[in-house]
């Protein structure tokens, strides 16, 4: 009798053992939350690290419902001193343990998320990031607003109309000899010697009908 009462204990004791092992290895209340760094226009609903980030907000998933959190991000070597404080804030996290910071901007440089949060058995959750924006603000194309064609440095298109010949804007004619006088003096000078000698000639011809008349006129007598 006392050896199926010594069996009975020893098995009882090992059930209780086996059921408290899960018991004693399950995380505490509180640290099986987990929190992920997350680019600006990722939905909440993803539970997927993006250590590369611009814009960016903190996602907590899992926590204890309206559990109470405090974040801080400091910087990190190489871009950054080990440590110095960049950001930091407080969360309220929803019934079931999920919540989400507001969207947030660092310096391009390479940071370290401490997350505390109430009823933490071990040490804060950790993220460690990198924040970009340079590359981000790079054009996929050329700017628009560089000239798409080099200047050609000619007008688009010749003149509708030339000037007209050079005939039209110098004088209709040239003047007349009249105009100043000296093409008809001209003429009276080089004409005047020939009516000088015609009236001598006349006077000589009109002397000798005169003496060839009067000779005539003596034979008869």
């Known amino acids: ?40 226009k990722t939905g909440e609903e993803l539970r997927k690290n993006e250590p590369h980030v611009c814009s960016f907000y903190l996602d907590a998933f899992g926590f204890d419902g309206a559990q109470e959190v405090d974040w801080k991000i400091v910087e990190m070597p190489p871009t950054g001193t080990k440590g110095k404080l960049a ?42 990031f990198w924040t970009d924006c340079e590359d981000e603000g790079e054009p996929s194309e050329q700017p628009s607003g560089s000239p798409s064609e080099e200047p050609s440095g000619k007008p688009s298109e010749e003149p ?26 001209a003429e009276t000078g080089s004409s005047a010697p020939v009516g000088a000698i015609s009236a ?22």
């Open 160 to 185: 509708t109309t030339e000037p007209t010949s050079s005939d039209s804007a110098a004088p209709t004619a040239a003047p007349s000899p009249s105009a100043n006088g000296g093409g008809d003096l």
């Open 87 to 128: 950001d930091s804030g407080s969360l309220t996290l929803d019934a079931e343990g999920h919540g989400r910071t507001d969207d947030k901007t660092l310096p391009d440089g390479h940071y370290k998320l401490v997350w505390n949060f109430d009823g933490e058995h071990g040490e804060a959750k950790h993220k460690v």
């Open 1 to 40: 009798m006392r050896t199926l009462r010594s069996s009975g204990a020893l098995v009882a004791a090992a059930a209780l053992s086996l059921l408290a092992a899960p018991a004693a290895h399950a995380t505490p209340p509180g640290d099986n939350g987990t929190v992920k760094i997350h680019d600006a």
């Open 200 to 221: 001598v000639a006349a006077a000589l011809v009109g002397a000798g009908g005169y003496l060839l008349a009067r000779r005539r006129k003596v034979q008869q007598h």
